[in-house]
């Protein structure tokens, strides 16, 4: 006989206060008893690597569970777990019920995490620990999701509730921990974002279009004892009609899918809008729920279409708003390129019909409107504390290797901006700066030649810039240690070089804003 799961409400999920009926009372107590038993396996990343190994923690990563299936030779309740909820395999009942003694059966079913068919207990969520580190320290939780393709075995449902993906984590790594009142998680999935922005912010709420995903993530709030986040069902901002908020993120479902019958239309990255409009819908819409001086950071993409260059479709947008804006474009694919990527994504294999038919829409799709390729990467956005000040508005293309802490580089290089946007030349050339202590600066010869014939400026962490700099430049940017005012180095590199110093001054001050944008050099008053 096989006992499926009754799977909880979204309301019996997240109403956990002294008024909750007994079924949420028993939600309750089920989650708390799971998260003993994984507390008293050592469930762990940690653990999960010296169970199975680096090599088999890599080929999981790349969709082979072989490796790690083979490492499990001694039972224990951590290999039982994680066979259950990481490779997606079924146990039997009495390994089960040794495993999680806390839960039971009865209480896995009831959770939705397990069902049983005879002897056998069958997993019904990917469910694995998570490690991070932010601003305020290193932290890890549990999280569950819906079974991949390699549990199932065949192509993904369009209902799937994605796990903590690259994306994901991308979009932690950029999140600004700066306090705040209120964060918006638009578009929230298994609710990731929402648990990283609930450590910052008094409130949270997180919103999507998926009830189902909706319940993974106030299960994974509950699972992790966060209880500032409020979960509400609805399209992009239509939950939050009226409200305005200190933070806003997303990673909303931008994947440009064809509107062509039989295309599958995947709740987690697709969004129901033809082209890059669900990007364009994000960004407008944010201006009306930002309270002033609030924060938007958002992944997207962007079409190339043949009549104009991708920026200046986003430069559209983003001129029907007063937000100050900072695009940074990671990648761009040709529309071949993303088509299969996307068509992969879904678990659909290359070589079969299915792959072909749908090779084909996505590609005809793009034809329609021109499309050539489409690139990708992340918006930040904010809303001016004061109107007519005056606008950010700058996009870059970086495709490096990025360095760590990226959200307090975005935090201080907004700060920077605003430090710039408020002084004129003369203030400039009065202000004293310094060296960011990541900044490195490499020198390149000629044989035989004492002078350089390349000097480059290069930035370790943030946007890992490099600044090709001439003599004066690099000569006035070595003498910045915060004690002199800019205008005084200028003056005395001048010399050394037998140059007008005002003429000096000038051609280095442009340079000296952009590296006090990107973090370079460090305004010490």
């Known amino acids: ?15 956990f206060d002294s008024s909750a009926t007994p079924t949420a009372n028993t939600q309750r107590d ?6 003993q038993d994984l507390q008293s396996a050592g469930y762990t990343v940690d653990a999960l690597e010296r169970l199975w190994g680096t090599d088999a923690a890599a080929a999981l990563h790349r969709g082979y569970r072989a490796p790690a299936l083979r490492a499990l030779t001694t039972p224990s309740p951590l290999a039982t777990i994680a066979r259950l909820f990481v490779l997606g395999l ?14 039971g059966i009865e209480g896995g079913i009831r959770l939705g995490l397990i069902a049983v068919d005879g002897d056998s207990v069958l997993p019904l969520l990917d469910l694995r620990p998570y490690d991070f580190t932010d601003s305020r320290g290193a932290g890890s939780w ?9 549990a199932l ?11 903590v993906g690259g994306a994901s984590l991308t979009l932690s790594g950029l999140m600004i921990g700066n306090p705040v009142g209120s964060v918006l998680d638009l578009g929230t999935g298994c609710g990731i974002q929402a648990l990283h922005a609930s450590r910052h912010a008094e409130r949270v709420v997180a919103t999507d279009i998926s009830e189902r995903a909706l319940e993974l993530a106030a299960l994974n709030a509950a699972l992790n004892g966060v209880t500032n986040i409020e979960f509400r069902l609805g399209s992009l901002y239509e939950p939050v009609a009226d409200e305005r908020f200190d933070h806003i993120v997303s990673n909303p479902p931008f994947v440009i899918t064809p509107r062509t019958p039989g295309v599958p239309s995947y709740e987690y990255r697709d969004g129901g809008l033809v082209g890059d409009a669900l990007v364009e819908a994000v960004i407008v819409g944010a201006e009306q729920h930002l309270n002033p001086g609030g924060i938007a950071q958002l992944l997207g993409n962007w079409e190339y279409r043949t009549s104009s260059d ?10 029907r708003t007063s937000l100050d804006a900072w695009i940074v474009e990671r990648e761009v694919q040709d529309a071949a390129l993303y088509a299969e990527t996307w068509i992969r994504d879904g678990g659909t294999r290359p070589g079969t019909p299915e ?29 001016p504390l004061t109107a007519g000040a005056s606008r950010l508005r700058k996009f870059e293309r970086i495709s490096v290797a990025l360095g760590s802490g990226l959200g307090e580089h975005l935090a201080a290089t907004l700060v920077a901006w605003d430090w710039l946007a ?20 490499e020198r390149h010869y000629w044989p035989g030649d004492e002078h350089p014939a390349v000097i480059t400026l290069r930035q370790g962490g943030g946007f890992v810039r490099e600044v090709h700099a001439g003599t004066a430049l690099a000569a006035v940017v070595g003498a910045c240690d915060g004690e002199l005012p800019l205008g005084i180095i200028a003056g005395a590199v001048a010399q050394l070089l037998e140059v007008d110093g005002a003429e000096l001054l000038a051609e280095v001050e442009p340079t000296v804003r952009d590296l006090v944008f990107g973090g370079l050099l460090v305004p010490q008053d």
């Open 1 to 15: 006989m096989t006992v499926q799961p009754r799977r909880m409400g979204l309301n019996e999920f997240v109403n």
């Open 30 to 35: 089920d989650i708390d008893r799971l998260r």
């Open 90 to 103: 079924g146990t039997t009942v009495v390994a089960a019920v040794e495993a999680l003694p806390s839960l």
């Open 142 to 150: 549990w999280i569950a999701s819906d079974l991949g393709e390699l």
């Open 153 to 163: 075995g065949r192509a993904i449902p369009e209902n799937h509730v994605l796990g």
């Open 310 to 319: 991708a920026f200046s479709r986003v430069a559209g947008w983003l001129d």
């Open 355 to 383: 792959f072909d038919y749908l090779y084909s829409a996505w590609l005809d799709d793009f034809d329609d409107r021109g499309v050539s390729s489409v690139g990708f990467g992340y918006l930040t956005l904010r809303l």
């Open 422 to 441: 408020a002084r004129s030349d003369s203030e400039i050339a009065d202000a004293r700066l310094a060296v960011a202590s990541d900044v490195t600066e």
